[in-house]
């Protein structure tokens, strides 16, 4: 068996049958997957909350090309590449506009997957296309940006039909006429904002409020920040008057799971290992030798009491593996 916990960030005690590393698209097992297999970059985003009983394989896909238009950037990425020294090289290359995704842990293949955002950006405002291979076939094809059938930490990658395929790559087209997005929270407050500042103040404001995963395991954002109607909103400030949302279209609002979460009283609070943090209650920690049980019960009562109180039922961001593949709250 192979020792899981030191692969993903969450840092559970997990095992699997084998363990193989991709560093080339020859290393791909094509059409060998008779027993369950898991695709895993850095594992921030996936907690194994079990020993796993298949393969898991690791992204090492390493590489960057960049070409330019007269009006765009144009840059394919290997989709093992670690995702902020991805955006640390388009600073030093002048490319700039996704700042505001800095410090999000991952690979660049995992981005469009969960179409991470941050900030005021979401990754697809910038995905040109994905490079894809079948793991069954090995037919290897492209999907532009309308076909990745993106939405808020939703995409194609995430839909049955993908399960057997595999992000080699990202091709990303940033525009050459630089707009800084400084319209959330603390960014606001920047003067004259660059992209070095805007990059720095991003860096600085994930660094004061999010638990380091060295330090302390945790996968980043637990759950989803979920969507509701006007009018489920407008009934909710009849009860709670300071209860925040921002638009997302004529008929939606997003209303932070932190906000949801903190009010229902379980921000600091801890099951056995595992703890909601104690200062963004959107992260779940393990704080002392938790484990996938812990976790699970946890995540689901926290999904309860939001769900009696306000009527929300919380969806979780971070993907949980178990045995056999992804296990549902």
């Known amino acids: 068996m192979n020792d899981l916990q030191p692969l993903h960030t969450f840092g559970l005690t997990a095992h699997c049958q084998t363990l193989l590393y991709i560093d080339s698209l020859d290393a791909i097992p094509i059409g060998q997957q008779s027993e369950p297999f898991w695709l895993l970059g850095e594992g921030s985003n996936c907690i194994f909350v079990d020993d796993f009983h298949g393969s898991v ?12 238009t007269n009006t765009d950037f144009i840059v394919r990425v290997a989709s093992g590449e670690n995702w902020h020294a991805f955006l640390l090289y388009c600073l ?19 981005a469009p997957i969960q179409n991470i955002g941050a900030y005021g950006l979401e990754v697809s405002q910038f995905i040109q296309s994905v490079d894809v291979i079948d793991l069954i076939t090995g037919e ?3 999907l532009s940006n309308e076909e990745c059938l ?15 395929w ?11 006429d630089y707009t800084a997005v400084t319209t959330y929270g603390e960014l606001k407050a920047l003067a004259n904002p660059t992209p070095e500042s805007v990059f720095a103040k991003v860096v600085e404001i994930r660094q004061s409020k999010l638990p380091d995963p060295v330090v302390v395991g945790n996968a980043g954002s637990f759950f989803k920040n979920p969507i509701i109607t ?5 009934r909710l400030q009849q009860q709670y008057a300071d209860i925040p949302a921002y638009p997302v279209n004529v008929q939606h ?19 056995g290992g595992i703890q909601c943090h104690t200062k963004q209650p959107l992260v779940l920690t393990n704080a002392e030798h938790g484990s996938g049980a812990e976790l699970l019960a946890f995540a689901r009562q926290i999904q309860q009491t939001v769900k009696e109180r306000f009527g929300i039922e919380l969806q979780n961001e971070v993907r949980l593996v178990g045995a056999q593949g992804l296990v549902r709250l």
Not at 166 to 176: E, L, P, Y
Not at 230 to 234: A, F, R
């Open 253 to 271: 609002v997003k209303v932070p799971a932190a906000w949801l979460i903190d009010q229902a009283g379980y921000k600091g609070q801890r099951l």
């Open 57 to 68: 394989w690791l992204n090492q896909l390493r590489g960057i090309d960049l070409s330019e």
């Open 140 to 142: 290897q094809f492209v």
């Open 150 to 164: 993106f939405d808020y930490r939703e995409s194609i990658f995430k839909q049955p039909q993908a399960s057997h």
């Open 92 to 110: 030093e290359h002048g490319i700039y506009g996704m700042e505001n995704l800095a410090l999000i842990p991952g690979t660049v293949g995992a």
């Open 166 to 176: 595999m992000i080699t790559a990202v091709t990303f087209s940033v525009t050459k």
């Open 230 to 234: 006007h009018e489920h909103y407008t």
